[in-house]
């Protein structure tokens, strides 16, 4: 069922890439998936529609699809809840969130949404190599939203119990000192496993925010910088309830072929609720992308994690493939990556997960 968004007086949304202004005020109520509809449309993406002609429709038709595939997952998110856009924050009511097994069924209809439309994404126009490996760089210096999702199917220790993560992540370029840096976001809702004694919850997850600053040397790209996590869960168990910081650190090396690269993370508590256990976690990304013609590429980007303090890790492998295309001057990335776990340690991390997304890039 879907719910409505209730907001306050105000225009149409409006999206204006040349000046890098996005905004979003509702007039009177419209439900969730007509919020998201007037932020994805095809006429706010562009500051005017062209005319329409057999290239322009297949994009729009490729476009809204792509849209629909966020709506099944995003509605998951808001389903019984009640969504009040507020000064550009989104609030869950008390006891809005949804019941697992209707989340990890959307989840899975997302998955396959993305399965069925990625082969209809064969008739859109070719991006250039370096356009591909642009959106496939997290040191590219553009302004970036990326709609994620990490599922997991299996956990060693836990039965037959999945998870999910829906991540918001978004990047910004700037400048600091006279030298140019990217800011990253990244804000989860994570569901849990149904386990004792706390069972299936929901909710939203800790923030982290880490500044690169953007080098280049020896043929590659390089970007290193600090890190904070802000204990900003809404329940206990989505969430460390500590401060952390540390550091985290790029190298890439883009090619004609694609790119190979990797991030490494850690980060440690420093403050926040003294009954929670003390954090010190390692995390490393290695990455290969392999382009493809047509804008399609093949993947292996799964993260490995660590926790220092208590021994646990577990190391990930994936293999996955993705589509690249244009829209205007907005690059797209959709992408879906099984990934199976090859080595680990302790009760309760991933054996087997899916990590699937949209990357959106804008003109600067």
């Known amino acids: 069922m879907e719910r409505e968004v209730q907001g306050g007086p105000g225009a ?53 699809g792509i849209a629909n595939i966020y709506f099944t997952s995003l509605e998951a998110v808001c389903d019984d809840a009640s969504a009040i856009f507020n000064g550009g924050v989104i609030n869950f009511s008390q006891g809005g969130f949804f019941e697992m097994n209707s989340v990890m069924q959307k989840l899975r209809l997302a998955a396959g949404s993305v399965a069925v439309i990625l082969p209809a994404l064969a008739g859109a126009a070719g991006p250039s190599a370096d356009d591909m490996n642009s959106s496939n760089n997290p040191l590219s210096p553009t302004i970036s939203l990326n709609l994620q999702d990490q599922y997991v199917g299996r956990y060693y220790g836990l039965g037959d119990e999945d998870g999910n993560s829906v991540l918001l992540r978004g990047t910004v370029p700037h400048k600091l000192f006279g030298l140019p840096q990217i800011v990253r976001f990244t804000m989860p809702v ?12 929901t909710g939203l997850g800790d923030l982290n925010l880490f500044n690169l600053v953007l080098l280049k040397g020896m043929g590659m790209e390089w970007g290193i910088g600090p890190q904070l996590t802000i204990p900003t869960a809404s329940r206990d168990q989505t ?67 660590f926790d220092l303090k208590r021994g646990n ?10 589509k690249v295309w244009k829209v205007g001057k907005e690059t797209y990335n959709l992408f879906a990556e099984p990934q199976w776990t090859v080595g680990h340690e302790g ?14 890039q804008f003109p600067l």
Request: with cysteine.
């Open 190 to 201: 994570a569901t849990t496993p149904n386990v004792a004694p706390d069972g299936s919850k």
């Open 12 to 64: 149409l949304a409006e999206y204006r890439p040349g000046a890098h202004a996005c905004r979003c005020l509702l007039q009177g109520s419209q439900t969730v998936k007509d919020c998201l509809t007037l932020i994805f449309s095809w006429h706010f993406i562009l500051p005017a529609k062209p005319p329409v002609t057999a290239s322009t429709q297949t994009d729009e038709n490729l476009h809204h």
């Open 347 to 360: 009760v309760g991390v991933p054996k087997f997960q899916v990590f699937m997304g949209l990357n959106i």
């Open 313 to 322: 890790y577990y190391i990930p492998l994936g293999i996955g493939a993705g």
């Open 239 to 305: 969430g460390t309830g500590k401060w952390q910081a540390g550091l985290a650190g790029v190298a890439i090396s883009p090619q004609k072929w694609g790119m190979i690269g990797g991030l490494v993370t850690w980060q440690h508590s420093f403050a926040g609720e003294s009954n929670r256990p003390t954090q010190d976690n390692l995390t490393a990304q290695p990455f290969v992308i392999y382009n493809l013609p047509e804008g399609w590429y093949l993947r292996s980007t799964a993260t490995w994690n």
